[in-house]
């Protein structure tokens, strides 16, 4: 079997799904384009900016296809192999995250463009609203953690991988692409130049800068670990910066001009698949490197994480795409056509691990690796020579990471602001800095395993974030279903979806903290933060799962 059909079906299923389901929600949610948006409304030129609707997907697609939907499908796939994985993220998608998404946008939007911690204090009560904010702001804390160290990661030189030391070229080209998205946003302010004139000037600007990149490198001198650390603070620094700054001069030109460079790597990755016909040499249902999987149920679904579900899709609509919307009815596009375009992200990335053959020494190497390799091999038939496609792929995967690192960095500002009552630009100043610390505080700490050997940070939160992540979309989606109800709409829409991933979330939170409980009854206990903080969440979870069942009992939810 190749490629062809891999991602042909669920590509078809994609197109099938917007058409004849995602437009069914717009009248199910109640919907209507006759009445004015928070944007429209509350325009304030910061962060309430009505936005045109290709634009807003732009921005909102690239805030939330992060490296989720890339590195979730590539270790899934060798664990697994690849047809558990593509069921799930085409099933997921389109009857779960895909719902998820929009009902998270819709929700917000018909309550004044707030958050969903907010919206739900009205909901379900102000207790169950302080129990899910913190809940968001852990899940972020996660989020900025694992993205940073994967960046950084990225962006450092290893001058022993000679030709194939790419970081340093993608460092330079991802600076050049965020200097080029804030000159756009001030053209877009302070002139009158329209969409496509202003397109056709800037996008191959931004090509330029991938072409440019590696012939200026950005290298920090010393070890690879000391350049990381250099890089994470930067990055850091960045997301400060981000989550002040209006949206109109980075948030929104941003993440237009990332929209064409994950549009192109889509062009790459379907041109690969539907073209190459490249032989799939991953095992359909066995692990490639032939030790035991992990437990498929629940972990395959808390792996694979953004690719077919994500919380934290939730945290954008709700927290920045909500105050952008123009017209109720581009929910559908912006929100359920999101989330599928990030599922077809999924599978363009287990396609980069299917090509690979059992003990491949490739399955080694990291996510990103395995993601713009797998890439660049697809690119070759098309002309374009391997080192460039390399690059272009490293880029496109900072470009994922960076839009979701500000829009994270931004959102945590949000969640603090609302539940400290911190007012003005001190107070936004004073909860962005409370965000970052703790990530800050993360990425000089070393990790290692239990036979002592040093772990990157990504790998050691990765099981957690992605429990997390899906636990808070099982949150929302539940909130979700009782507003559906006390609107006299379709509750079991969102309903169904919430039990089920209630049950996977936490059963992978368990499997992770089992082992630190185990230790602490033992009196071997040792620091494990991603154990101890699955406890937490547990907790915070199931309290808030209990205040949504206190709300259910004042009303009568009638049967399905």
């Known amino acids: 079997m190749s490629l062809f059909w891999a991602a042909l079906i669920p590509a078809a299923a994609f197109l099938a799904a917007f058409f004849l389901y995602g437009r069914r929600l717009v009248p199910l949610f109640g919907l209507d384009d006759s009445r004015p948006t928070p944007a429209v409304r509350l325009d304030d030129g910061e962060d309430f900016v009505p936005a045109r609707a290709p634009v807003l997907l732009g921005q909102h697609f690239a805030a939330i296809a992060a490296v989720g939907p890339i590195a979730g499908p590539i270790i899934a796939g060798a664990q697994y192999g690849w047809l558990p994985g593509l069921f799930w993220i085409t099933a997921g998608a389109v009857f779960i995250g895909g719902v998820h998404d929009f009902a998270a946008l819709a929700l917000s939007v018909r309550h004044g463009a707030r958050s969903i911690g907010s919206v739900f204090g009205e909901l379900l009560g102000a207790r169950a609203s302080r129990i899910f904010s913190a809940f968001i702001w852990l899940s972020l804390l996660y989020v900025i953690v694992v993205f940073t160290d994967l960046t950084s990661s990225a962006f450092v030189s290893r001058p022993e991988s000679g030709a194939a030391d790419f970081g340093p070229g993608v460092a330079t080209s991802s600076l050049l692409y965020l200097g080029l998205a804030m000159v756009l946003g001030l053209v877009w302010r302070k002139t009158k130049t329209p969409l496509w004139l202003s397109t056709a000037i800037f996008v191959p600007l931004m090509l330029a800068a991938v072409w440019l990149g590696p012939r200026m490198p950005l290298a920090f001198p010393g070890p690879v670990e000391t350049q990381q650390k250099l890089w994470d603070v930067l990055i850091l620094a960045y997301c400060c910066a981000a989550s002040l700054l209006p949206m109109w001069l980075l948030l929104q030109p941003r993440g237009y001009l990332g929209g064409f460079i994950l549009y192109a790597t889509f062009a790459a990755g379907v041109a690969g698949l539907l073209f190459g016909r490249a032989p799939i040499a991953l095992p359909a249902a066995a692990p490639a490197s032939g030790a035991p999987p992990p437990p498929l149920f629940p972990l ?11 919380g934290f899709h939730g945290l954008v609509a709700s927290g920045t795409t909500s105050k952008q919307l123009a017209k109720e009815s581009d929910a559908c596009v912006v929100g359920y056509g999101g989330m599928l375009l990030e599922g077809l992200v999924a599978v363009i990335a287990l396609a980069t691990v299917m090509v690979l053959a059992p003990g ?57 602001q609302e539940n400290l009552g911190l007012q003005g630009r001190r107070g936004a100043l004073t909860a962005t800095l409370a965000t970052v610390a703790v990530p800050l505080a993360a990425v000089f700490m070393t990790w290692t395993d239990a036979s002592g050997r040093s772990l990157p940070l990504w790998k050691v939160f990765w099981p957690a974030f992605g429990a997390s992540n899906q636990l808070l979309a099982a949150m929302t989606l539940c909130g979700v279903s009782v507003w ?41 206990a040792r620091l494990d933060p991603v154990g101890a903080t699955a406890v937490l969440l547990i907790a915070l979870a199931l309290s808030f799962l209990a205040e949504t069942a206190r709300a259910i009992r004042r009303e009568t939810i009638p049967p399905l």
């Not at 395959?300 to 994500?310: E, R």
Request: glycine share 10%.
């Open 484 to 524: 559906l109800y006390r609107e006299g709409r379709s509750w079991w829409v969102t309903g169904i979806p919430a039990v089920f991933l209630c049950a996977v979330t936490l059963a992978s939170l368990c499997l992770i903290a089992r082992p630190w409980l185990l230790s602490l009854s033992s009196g071997t």
């Open 300 to 310: 395959l679904f808390t792996t694979i994480a953004c690719g077919a579900c994500s």
């Open 360 to 416: 491949s020494p490739a399955l080694g190497l990291g996510p990103d690796e395995v993601y713009a390799r797998g890439l660049a091999h697809f690119l070759e038939p098309l002309g374009i020579p391997f080192a460039a496609g390399v690059v272009f792929s490293k880029l496109a995967f900072a470009t994922f990471i960076y839009d979701t690192l500000d829009v994270a960095a931004r959102l945590g500002r949000y969640v603090l």
